[in-house]
């Protein structure tokens, strides 16, 4: 992933590496990985965003 400073434009290159790694989902993974849980538990986690999305694009239709 790349990031092209402008004219020593720092806080707007930072502002535009946060937004791809918020789009690329790597926030909600690290999140995600912080803690170990258990086989059992990451299914079930599993189980819960399948449906979510099941019921995210039945709403969209």
């Known amino acids: ?7 020593n434009q720092i806080e707007k290159a930072i ?3 946060k937004r791809k790694l918020t789009k ?3 926030f909600s993974e690290i999140k ?6 258990k086989p059992s ?5 599993k189980q819960a965003k399948a449906a ?6 039945i709403r969209s239709f």
Request: aromatic share 10%; glycine share 4%.
């Open 1 to 7: 992933m790349k990031v092209v400073v402008h004219d």
């Open 52 to 57: 979510k999305r099941r019921r995210k694009r």
């Open 41 to 45: 538990v990451q299914k079930k986690k």
């Open 32 to 37: 995600e990985r912080r803690f170990y849980d």
């Open 24 to 26: 690329e989902g790597f």
């Open 15 to 17: 502002r535009d590496l």
